[in-house]
Structure formats: C-alpha cells, structure tokens
C-alpha cells in the first residue's frame, strides 16, 4: 500500500466574492458607515471574517470617503499636464535595501511617476533602522527642501515614519499632501508576541544581532507604545490612505500564517487589522482583493490614478478635503 502525502496547493479555495458581496451590502443596510472597530469584529466573530472584510470595504465605499475614492477611481492612466512643479518624496518600508523584490523601495512608484513632471526624491532611511533614527533623516531632508509643492508617498513601514513626523513637528508649508501606501502606522500586533517572555525577548534580541535589524524597531513597532496613542494631526494636509482589503484566499501563503495570527483583531491585510485605517486622518481609499504586498497587476493603474489627484489638486479647490 502506497502512503500519499497530499501538499495543499492554496491555503483555501476560492470564494463566491459576488454573493459575498450582496450579502456585506444587505448585512450593512442598517449600520453606521463606515463601520466602527467594534462592529467590524462582532461580524467576524458571529459571522465569518470573510463577511466582516466585505462588509468593512462595502461600508468605507458608502461612506464619507465615497467622493474621494470616486475622485480618484474616475482619474485617467495618462499622466496630465500640470502648471506647477511638484515634489514627490518617497519614504521607502523596510527590507526595501536587502529584498527590493517585495517592492517597498518605492522603485514602481519612481517609474510611474517619471511619467509625469514631478521631481522626485527618495528619502534615504535605513532599510531596517528604527523609527525615531529614519524621521530625524527625514526631518533633515524636508528642512533642506527648497521646493514650495511637497507631497509625502510612504510605502508600509514608511508610515510609521512620517506618522512620528507629523506628530512631533511642525508641518513645513511646503509640505501639501501625504500618501500612505499599505501604511503600518500603528505598530504590528504580531510584533507584541515576541515581547511576550523573557526567552522571547531574549531570542529575537540575539535574531535581530545576527540579520542586522536594529533590535529598537521591534521595540517601537509594539502596538502598546504611547506615540501610537497621539491623535494630534496637522489641520491643512491632505492625506490618502491606500488600504489593500483581502479575504484569506486572496493572501500570500508567504504571509498566511501572519494572516492567521492576527485575525483576532479581526479582518487584516497579513500584517495588520483594516480597522486600524480608521484611525488615519483624510481619505481611505481601499483596494479589494490584495494583500499588505499589493500584488495586483491593478496596481500600477491605481499609481497613475493617484498620482493624477495629487497633479490635479489644487489648493482650495471645493473638492480638496483636509484632514
């Protein structure tokens, strides 16, 4: 008798998403928009998290951002002409240096962007530094900066980055606007995990000796850290949260066991809870069907659509919503 050792292909099969659709619109008919974290995570536990994703992208499409996430879906892939020189800053996520293959360098960003006329600067962060070293860079940069139109595109921890910013500066009046590309600005609930004992402290202490990551950013990537509580934000910067929005079989098995690990904080992009978008000033603008990595071969025409906002907006347009 042969023993067969049967490998799953996927980590699950794929979903009806059209009837999960209809149902996360009917389920929501009744309910606030968008939802609050609270009854996100009441959907998940007596429903299904699936449901509770849909119901979550459903409810921020209806909600107060819809005229923003219309402005921006309506955008063309041509790049416009614009009468103004704009700056764009790019503060890359980490790993970006070691593994420019998972595309948090910013490097697709660059090249959709050369499209346009925009300048553009990479902020030079350490690929696995710790926060508080990557804003003095930052910091640094915008003080030198002589441009008078200035627009942030953070990608995943990159947010963290210009968060701790913003929070702790006084916005420069060249700075106008702030992209968060799969922004981790937050912390990382699976990061509170390895704090959890003494031997594991001690483990990913000596983990982080041995790979070169600054053992601080696990420290500072702790969900429970007090600057993650500040609710204090500038009153004149626009701001766009990009926000990938999968369902387990839309996840990267790279990532799945992530995935898994944080779903009790509910629906999650393989890193951290959706209901953390919440919490971000300005627009949300949600991405169905991709995970914190946004594999989508939609995405570089969510770039062109983007970058077309940031080339069209004008300060004092009726259609300019602060945050």
């Known amino acids: 008798m ?3 050792i ?19 619109r009917s389920y929501i008919r009744d309910l606030q928009k968008p939802l609050s974290r609270e009854q996100v995570l009441t959907i998940a536990k007596v429903e299904s998290v699936e449901l509770a994703t849909r119901c979550f992208y459903e409810a921020i499409l209806q909600s107060e951002h819809k005229s923003a996430i219309e402005n921006i879906a309506g955008q063309s892939t041509e ?3 614009v009468d103004r020189k704009i700056k ?5 996520g980490m790993f970006y240096r070691g593994h420019p293959e998972i595309g948090t360098d910013g490097s697709l960003v660059a090249e959709v962007a050369r499209q346009f006329d925009f300048d553009i600067h990479f902020v030079k962060v350490e690929s696995t530094g710790s926060i508080a070293t990557n804003v003095e860079i930052l910091q640094a940069d915008l003080e030198a900066e002589t441009s008078t139109n200035v627009w942030l595109i953070s990608i995943s921890k990159g947010a963290c980055e210009v968060r701790k910013y913003l929070q702790e500066n006084s916005k420069p009046d060249c700075l106008k606007g702030w992209v968060s590309i799969s922004g981790v600005h937050k912390g990382v ?14 483990f990913f202490a000596s983990l982080c000796r041995i790979t070169g990551v600054d053992y601080e950013v ?8 007090s600057f993650w509580q500040n609710k204090q934000w500038p009153d004149d910067l626009e701001v766009v949260n990009i926000v990938p929005v999968p369902i387990r079989s839309h996840v990267n098995k790279t990532i799945i066991r992530r995935y898994q690990q ?8 393989g890193f951290i ?33 983007v970058l077309n906002y940031i080339a069209t907006t004008r300060e004092g347009h009726d259609e300019t919503i602060h945050c």
């Open 6 to 24: 049967r490998r799953a292909f996927f980590d699950s099969p794929i979903t009806d998403e059209i009837a999960l659709s209809r149902k996360a």
């Open 273 to 305: 809870p959706l209901v953390d978008a919440l919490d971000l000033p300005g627009h949300i603008f949600p991405i169905w069907g991709c995970d914190h990595f946004m594999r989508t071969p939609d995405l570089s025409s969510y770039l062109y659509k």
């Open 79 to 81: 790049p416009v002409a």
């Open 2 to 4: 042969r023993v067969r």
């Open 262 to 269: 944080t779903l009790t904080h509910g629906p999650n992009d």
């Open 88 to 92: 764009l800053y790019l503060v890359p």
């Open 218 to 225: 696990l420290k500072e990537m702790r969900t429970n850290r």
């Open 189 to 202: 609930p699976f990061v509170d995990r390895k704090f959890s004992s003494s031997i594991h402290r001690l």
